[in-house]
């Protein structure tokens, strides 16, 4: 068997996001190797999960920390000695090029992004995006993708088609699961039967809350018997979303929650899981309510439409009204056919745990941190 080796993962943040959760699932699941972290931002609900899991984390607040801080961060690395540096999100993946130069150490970059938009995206990010397609030539040994359009689409973009590799998810699943009927105060009963609708997402204008508040309203003008809840990273005390549900005149039928590390108790708490994003590559919580058997709308975005397959709805991005047929379908599906309704969710179930083995996953990272993958374009 091979020796184990140190693994150091340098991220932006360890907020509740798809990349931030995937990592923690690998350190989780990964018990033969060392793995040390290095977050440019400290704090988020996975920072203390991950410090209590991992064999060292480290921090630079890349927003307040002098340079004397930094170099002390660098010369605490060196003393780690890890033998491949791992980045997550774009961010990262370029202080892990500047990393990999000073302590002359493989990098492997991990995209967890699909398209950028103008309108949408930070002008840092997509220029950061621009940077790296060039840096990819030379510094990366592996680029790892989590779907198929995301690589497609960077390669579009300039990345180096000679080392990109698709690798899965990491799915973890609670021990033990039961169905919510509250959550964070709000009781089930409280809605008497109507069709609880949910979407997790952070508060950006990249996830289409506009569009699903404005498609809510427009289901509501046909059937009052469902209701909206939304919650991630700054949903709760969001001004913009805050206005779109006053202007809408639909305060009484949406219901904002503050990010948790509990999301899982938030999907068994809904009916519907609803994704209106306009760019995703692999999303994580598509897969994660599916998994509980909870059934999902989703924009045509990355892989969501092989993850939900005939599962649930697909809608184009940005169509308010599929987005507010698709609503009323499902609220009517699980209303007058409870029997159907039960062996779709039981379906969501069984497609996601024959879809995601960890194992393979795991296996398949441990190749990549020992170079012995053969990229075939």
């Known amino acids: ?20 959760k995937n990592l923690y699932n690998l350190c989780r699941i990964d018990n033969y190797n060392y793995h040390f972290v290095l977050v440019l931002i400290p704090g988020g609900v996975y920072f203390k999960p991950v410090t209590e899991i991992t064999s060292g ?47 002359k150490k493989p990098l492997v970059w991990s995209v967890r992004n699909n398209k950028l938009y ?15 397609s060039f840096l990819s030539m030379k510094y990366p040994t592996y680029i790892l993708y989590n779907s198929i359009e995301a690589k ?57 809350h506009h569009d699903l508040l404005l498609s809510f309203k427009n289901a509501l003008r046909t059937c009052d018997d469902i209701h909206l809840c939304l919650i991630g990273n700054g949903i709760s005390d969001s001004e913009i979303i805050l206005n779109y549900i006053n202007d809408f005149g639909i305060k009484s039928n949406v219901t904002l929650f503050a990010e948790t590390d509990r999301i899982f108790e938030f999907y068994e708490f809904i009916d519907v899981h609803i994704l209106t994003s ?30 939900i397959n005939e599962l649930g709805v ?12 698709a ?16 062996s779709l969710g039981d379906k969501c179930k069984k497609q996601i745990q024959s879809t995601y083995d960890n194992d393979i996953t795991l296996d398949y990272y441990n190749k990549i941190w020992r170079k012995k993958v053969k990229v075939l374009n």
């Open 57 to 103: 984390t480290l921090s630079i607040n890349i927003k307040k920390k002098s340079i004397k801080h930094v170099l002390k961060v660098i010369k605490e690395i060196r003393a780690i000695s890890p033998d491949i540096i791992q980045t997550w999100l774009y961010h990262s993946d370029l202080f892990g090029v500047l990393l990999c130069k000073l302590i």
């Open 152 to 208: 497609v689409e960077h390669e579009k973009k300039g990345y180096d088609k000679r080392k990109g590799l698709i690798v899965s998810n990491i799915l973890l699943m609670p021990k033990v699961m039961c169905k919510q009927n509250s959550f964070q105060g709000l009781k089930k009963e409280d809605f008497k039967n109507k069709t609880i609708f949910g979407m997790v997402a952070r508060a950006h204008k990249i996830k289409g």
């Open 1 to 20: 068997m091979n020796q184990p080796i140190k693994i150091l993962h340098i991220i932006n943040h360890l907020g509740n996001g798809g990349a931030e």
């Open 314 to 325: 697909i809608v184009k991005k940005r169509d308010v009204s599929s987005i507010k047929k």
């Open 118 to 132: 103008n309108n949408t995206d930070h002008v840092l990010t997509i220029a950061i995006r621009k940077l790296l």
């Open 278 to 307: 306009l760019s995703e590559s692999h999303p994580n919580v598509v897969i994660e309510s599916m998994a509980i058997g909870v059934p999902n709308i989703s924009t045509d975005v990355g892989n969501a439409k092989k993850i």
């Open 327 to 342: 609503i009323l379908k499902m609220h009517n599906d699980r209303k007058f056919n409870e029997t159907s309704w039960k």
